[in-house]
Nanobody, 121 residues
Framework: QVQLVESGGGLVQAGGSLRLSCAAS????????MGWFRQAPGKEREFVAA?????YYADSVKGRFTISRDNAKNTVYLYMHSLKPEDTAVYYC?????????????????WGQGTQVTVSS
């Protein structure tokens, strides 16, 4: 059974930074694409970033967020800089059984429980 455990969320002022972590187990991490998604209250879940055989970012975070992975630690990170109030959401990491990352949440088969990020103005 694949387990994904996110950490690192919290409250930060606009312009600040946070690092999210997602520790994975139960699947060969080094050959699994990993993604970050977020969902704000009253909104649909949206793609943020993904890594595997390529790296992708949503336009809204490009230049501010960086996704990286440490295969030795089975962990994927999301470094978030220049945070804005509109980045406030629950952030989820997700795993898919393919090295090819996608921006479609439906193509990921395992999800973490989420971590709250709140950016105050």
């Amino acid at each position: 059974q694949v387990q994904l455990v996110e950490s690192g969320g919290g409250l930060v002022q606009a312009g600040g930074s946070l690092r999210l972590s997602c520790a994975a187990s139960g699947r060969t991490f080094s050959t699994s694409a990993m993604g970050w998604f977020r969902q704000a209250p009253g909104k649909e879940r949206e793609f943020v970033a993904a890594t595997g055989g390529g790296t992708y970012y949503a336009d809204s975070v490009k230049g501010r967020f960086t996704i990286s992975r440490d295969n030795a630690k089975n962990t994927v990170y999301l470094y978030m800089h220049s945070l804005k109030p509109e980045d406030t959401a629950v952030y989820y990491c997700a795993s898919r059984g393919s090295w090819r990352p996608t921006v479609e949440g439906g193509t990921y088969d395992y999800w973490g429980q989420g971590t709250q990020v709140t950016v105050s103005s």
